[in-house]
């Protein structure tokens, strides 16, 4: 059974992870993107703080 590690870098060398980490980049170059995943983070922090 492949260890985690090795999974992971079988997964970062399939080509469709690839394209698909390009796109995520190409659309978090994108102001209005980064707005959104910056207002997501805050939710999240701002919730796992609560939890504790």
Do not use: C, F, V, Y
């Amino acid at each position: 059974m492949p260890t985690l590690s090795q999974r992971l870098r079988e997964l970062m060398n399939d080509p469709r992870s690839k394209r698909l980490i390009e796109q995520g980049r190409r659309e978090l170059a994108k102001p209005e993107n980064k707005q959104k995943a910056k207002r997501l983070l805050g939710k999240l922090r701002a919730h796992r703080t609560q939890g504790r």
